[in-house]
C-alpha cells in the first residue's frame, strides 16, 4: 500500500497564530512552530509466491531474486542490450588473454551494519559459491573445465582473478550478490537459513522484518552509495497471481507483473487508467515448445520436424496472447535484447510440407484423421503450467497439429508438478510449454540445449551443439561467439529438441503517484533495476514524470 506526504499546513499555521495572538499581550515574543514531518513513503509490490531465501548465491526463484536485488549489489549487473556495467566495481579490467579479471572496488560502499565493503568480501563470496560444499546453484559460473579460478584480494580494494584458461563466459560470474565475510564465523555458515532472518547487505534497502505469508518490509538505507533512496519502505506482499489485480484496485499493492490477460483488463478498463500506469519492456524470455527425444513418438526426428512445419507461431502471439504487442514470433533460441540474436522473420506455417514428412516416415492418415504407425497412434501429451494464457497456447497447439494429423492432449498441472515431471530422473512427458528467461551472455542457453544442461529436460545430445557452444566460450571477438550461436540456432531447427515460440512483452502495472519509473527502469525478474529511484509524488495530479 502506498503512502503520500498529507501534510496539515494550515493547520499549523492557525496554531502558529494562535500561539502569537495569546502571548503578545505578555510582551513575549512567540517560538515558531514547525508543521511536523511528513508520514513514511511507501511503495508495495506484488510477488506471486514466498521468497525461498534472500541470500543471493542461493536466489534463482523470481520472489527471492526480487526482494534479494534490493538488498544487494554485485561487482557488476545487466545493463540495456545485455552489456555488463560497473556495480560495487569501479572497473573490471581483463588481461592476459582473457585469463586474468582486476576488480577494483568503488570506496565508498557500506554493508547495511556501517562496515566498509573490501576485496575479502568478494573473495569469501566467491569461494563459497565455488564451494561444493555450498551447492550453490551458481557454481557452473565459476569453473573453467571444471576448475575454479584463483582468487585473492591483492589490496582492500582491489580482487584478482586468474582462470585455468580464456573463458568469454566468466563475466556471468560478476552478477552473483556480495555476502559480507564479517557476518560469518566460517565459511559453510553462508548455508544457514538464520541468515535470511538478518540478512545484510549492500543494497538501497535494508532488511526490516519478514511476515510468513504475508509480507517482506524493507527499509531505505541513507548510506546507499547510489544515493538516498526515493521512499521509506519498500514492501514486497505475498500475493496469487490471481488476486494480483484486485490486490492493485484495493490499494493493497502498487507495482505488480501482469499477466497478458491482466494488461487486457486494465487496457479497457476506462477507471484504471486515471490509476494506472503500464510500463512496457524487453523481458529477455522465450516461450519454448519442449520435446522429449527419447522414449515417446516425439523420439522420431520426423515428428518433431513436421509439428514445427504445423505450428503457426504469429497466431500464437496473436491468438494465445490476446493483442499483437503481448509477444512477438520467435526466429531464434536467444531472444530480441540479446547480442546473439538472430532478427528475422519467424517462418510461415506449411502444412502441406509436414503432411509429406510424415507420409515418408510410414505415419498414415488413419480413419479417425490421426497418423498411425506400426498400430501405434501418434498422440503426444502437451504439459504446461495451468494458467489462462498458457492454457489457450495449448489448444491453439493441438488445434495445428491436428491439422496435419498429430493429436496432441493438453494437460494443465501446477507449478510443482511441472518441474518434479520435467525434472525426474526417469522422465515419462512428450511435449512440454516452458518460459526460459537465462543469463544476459548467450552462453547461459547451454543449460537448456547441450547434452549435460541443467534445464535439458528434453535429453537432447548433440556433440556438435556441444562442441559449438565450448568454442564459443573460449574466444573472446564477439563476431566468433555470434557465429557459433548462429550455427546452433541451425542445429536446432534441423533436429528440433526445443521449438522457440514466442518472445512475450515485459510489462509492469505501477501506480500513476509512482514517480521517476523511467529512470528506475523497468526491468526482468526484479521489477525495478534502480528501485532506489522510484518516489511518491506527493501531488496525485502531477502525474507521472
Given amino acids: 500500500m502506498l503512502r503520500k506526504p498529507t501534510g496539515k499546513r494550515g493547520l499549523w499555521i492557525a496554531l502558529a497564530l494562535a500561539t502569537a495572538a495569546g ?36 536466489a534463482e526463484d523470481r520472489s527471492s531474486l526480487a526482494v534479494s536485488h534490493a538488498l544487494f549489489d554485485s ?23 582473457g585469463r586474468t579479471y582486476v576488480i577494483r572496488l568503488r570506496p565508498d560502499v557500506k554493508w547495511h551494519d556501517g562496515q566498509p565493503l573490501k576485496a575479502e568480501d568478494v573473495v569469501f563470496t566467491y569461494r563459497a559459491v565455488a564451494d561444493p560444499q555450498v551447492d550453490s546453484p551458481y557454481r557452473s559460473l565459476f569453473l573453467v573445465d571444471g576448475k575454479p579460478p584463483e582468487i585473492r584480494a591483492v589490496d582492500d580494494l582491489t580482487v584478482e582473478i586468474r582462470l585455468p584458461r580464456p573463458s568469454a563466459s566468466f563475466v556471468n560470474a560478476l552478477t552473483i550478490g556480495i555476502l559480507p565475510k564479517h557476518v560469518f564465523s566460517k565459511p559453510e555458515d553462508v548455508k544457514n537459513p538464520r541468515f535470511n532472518n538478518n540478512p545484510v547487505g549492500t543494497g538501497p534497502f535494508r532488511f526490516q522484518q519478514w511476515k510468513s505469508g504475508q509480507s517482506i518490509e524493507l527499509k531505505r538505507f541513507d548510506d546507499y552509495f547510489g544515493g538516498k533512496p526515493g521512499v521509506d519502505k519498500l514492501i514486497f506482499r505475498i500475493v496469487p497471481e490471481s488476486g494480483m489485480r484486485s490486490a492493485f484496485a484495493d490499494g493493497n499493492i502498487d507495482v505488480f507483473a501482469p499477466s497478458p490477460a491482466d494488461v487486457l483488463k486494465l487496457r479497457s478498463d476506462q477507471k484504471a487508467s486515471s490509476t494506472v500506469n503500464l510500463l512496457r519492456f524487453d523481458s529477455g524470455a522465450v516461450l519454448t515448445l519442449l520435446f522429449h527425444v527419447k522414449g515417446s513418438p516425439a523420439a522420431d526426428a520426423a515428428v518433431r520436424r513436421a509439428l ?20 512477438t514470433p520467435a526466429v531464434s533460441l536467444f531472444p530480441p535484447g540479446n547480442w546473439a540474436h538472430t532478427s528475422g522473420t519467424a517462418p510461415a506455417p506449411d502444412p502441406e510440407r509436414a503432411k509429406k514428412i510424415l507420409d515418408e516416415a510410414g505415419w498414415l492418415a488413419g480413419p479417425s484423421g490421426v497418423r498411425v504407425k506400426n498400430g501405434r497412434t501418434l498422440t503426444l501429451q502437451l504439459l504446461y503450467i495451468g494458467d489462462r494464457t498458457t492454457e489457450r497456447i495449448a489448444e491453439l497447439l493441438a488445434d495445428q497439429a491436428a491439422a496435419v494429423g498429430i493429436q496432441i492432449q493438453p494437460k494443465g498441472v501446477d507449478r510443482a508438478s511441472f518441474y518434479q515431471i ?21 552462453d547461459a542457453f547451454a543449460d537448456l540445449v547441450t547434452s549435460r544442461g541443467e534445464y535439458n529436460f528434453q535429453e537432447y545430445d548433440n556433440p556438435e551443439v556441444d562442441q559449438l557452444f565450448r568454442q564459443a566460450r573460449e574466444v573472446l571477438e564477439q563476431s566468433a561467439r555470434q557465429a557459433a550461436y548462429r550455427r546452433v540456432d541451425e542445429w536446432l531447427a534441423r533436429d528440433v529438441p526445443v521449438l522457440p515460440l514466442v518472445y512475450p512483452t ?11 519509473t523511467e529512470q528506475a527502469e523497468p526491468w526482468k525478474v526484479v521489477f525495478f533495476r534502480h528501485p532506489e529511484r522510484l518516489a511518491v509524488n506527493p501531488s496525485p495530479m502531477a502525474g507521472n514524470r
Avoid: M, W
Wanted: charged residues 15%; negative net charge; aromatic residues 4%.
Fill in 422 to 442: 520435467l525434472g525426474a530422473e526417469h522422465k515419462n512427458f512428450d511435449l512440454a510449454l516452458n518460459l526460459y528467461l537465462l543469463g544476459p551472455d548467450p
Fill in 75 to 97: 561487482v557488476e549487473s545487466e545493463g540495456p542490450g545485455g552489456a555488463l556495467q560497473p556495480e560495487l566495481a569501479q572497473q573490471v579490467t581483463v588481461g592476459d588473454g
Fill in 23 to 58: 502571548t503578545a499581550g505578555c510582551g513575549s515574543v512567540a517560538k515558531p512552530v514547525s508543521p511536523p514531518p511528513p508520514p513514511p513513503t511507501e511503495i508495495a509490490v506484488g510477488i506471486a509466491s514466498e521468497p525461498l531465501t534472500l541470500n543471493p548465491i542461493f
Fill in 308 to 327: 514445427s512445419l504445423a505450428v503457426d507461431r504469429a497466431e500464437i502471439a496473436r491468438s494465445g496472447f490476446g493483442a499483437p504487442d503481448l509477444a
Fill in 506 to 516: 515485459g510489462f509492469l502495472a505501477v501506480r500513476t503517484s509512482i514517480v521517476h
